[in-house]
């Protein structure tokens, strides 16, 4: 199993750019870098990503061995590496709806019921936009916990991981998305903030160690039952669009295929999606 060799840095633009300079230079598999904030954080598709201490920065170097058409499915193993440490992290009644939405987007699915509030004046969304207690939740939506980024780079892969952790201590005015922190799930109360964040850390590459070695060895096949079962997405109608939002496709999830492709049960019949966003309808 990979053994992380994991260095903390205070502040730097992008803990990815240091990570892809690492891969250009020749460095080996196995290096986790972790920031404290950034400067010009990004998300997936390159959007921006605010880095505020509090939460957890974190790339990693990797080199994987496998068919080009296999690493697609390690952003999906990704998902399903933190989604697993972050429930390892709260009691097993907020931890059951921690969930990944397709691709990799890790997520509190509040269903008809809301998660207890957190004793502060305003949290704050993954763009930095802050948000009243009163209205932090409504019944159906998915909280985002979590952003993952994955890029080919130097002969190797960059994989960007962000975790909502403890909510920042000067919000800006809301922007975006809203966000759900591990701390309204009553995680980190009982230590110092940069402990908290360091857990967090740990737990991730400890359970993305273990996913990431079943997956060199025997492809996506072993997590798509997992993937399914538990996808926000599953049996919904959702519009696909890309990253214009432009629409693709419009139809109800079926779950997903050993090629990490989600599935659309469509007007026209099935259809495999391997690219887009889903918007439930």
């Not at 519009?239 to 989600?262: F, I, K, S």
Request: charged residues 20%.
């Amino acid at each position: 199993m990979l053994d992380f060799r994991l260095q903390v840095l205070e502040e730097v633009d992008s803990s990815n750019s240091v990570v892809k300079r690492a891969l250009e230079d020749g460095q080996p598999e196995g290096l986790a870098i972790q920031a404290r904030r950034q400067t010009g954080g990004y998300g997936r598709q390159g959007r921006g990503w605010a880095s505020p201490e509090g939460g957890m920065y974190l790339s990693l170097l990797l080199r994987p061995q496998v068919p080009p058409v296999q690493l697609p499915t390690l952003s999906l193993v990704t998902g399903l590496a933190v989604r697993e440490a972050l429930r390892s992290l709260v009691v097993a009644e907020e931890a059951r709806r921690i969930v990944v939405k397709w691709p990799n987007d890790v997520v509190y699915d509040g269903g008809a019921s809301e998660p207890p509030a957190f004793d502060a004046t305003g949290a704050a969304d993954a763009d930095g936009g802050a948000l009243a207690v009163e209205e932090r939740f409504d019944k159906a939506a998915l909280r985002k916990m979590c952003g993952i980024s994955l890029e080919s780079h130097g002969g190797g892969i960059c994989i960007g991981i962000g975790v909502n952790v403890l909510p920042p201590a000067f919000p800006s005015p809301v922007s975006g998305n809203r966000p759900l922190y591990l701390a309204e799930l009553g995680f980190g109360h009982t230590c110092q903030q940069q402990q908290a964040v360091d857990e967090v850390a740990h737990a991730v590459l400890r359970q993305f160690a273990c996913h990431y070695t079943q997956w060199l060895a025997e492809g996506f096949a072993p997590f798509v039952a997992a993937f399914s079962q538990e996808n926000p997405l599953m049996g919904k109608r959702v519009e696909m669009v890309d990253v214009q939002g432009r629409p693709l496709a419009c139809g109800t999830v079926q779950g997903v295929d050993a090629a990490g492709n989600l599935l659309l049960l469509t007007a026209d019949g099935s259809r495999a999606m391997g690219f887009g966003e889903a918007h439930i309808l």
